[in-house]
């Protein structure tokens, strides 16, 4: 099951912070909010897989995230 850890204000800021987070091994998937999944302004949602939570956390905090 996959679980949120992050929501990203624009598609950008949320390709760059699953980036990061696959850097360091763990998977990532982004998925937009709403009904218009074209629009780069909408909010993103990143998600893991739940035994990653943690791992994703710990990753976004170090990165000041």
Do not use: R
Not at 42 to 64: D, R
């Amino acid at each position: 099951m996959w679980t949120v850890v992050y929501l990203a204000k624009n598609k950008k800021l949320a390709e760059k912070i699953s980036g990061l987070i696959s850097d360091e091994g763990v998977l990532t998937k982004i998925q937009p909010v709403g009904k218009n999944p074209n629009e780069d302004d909408g909010y993103y949602e990143i998600l893991v897989p739940e035994g990653e939570v943690g791992e994703a956390h710990s990753i976004l905090i170090e990165l000041g995230y």
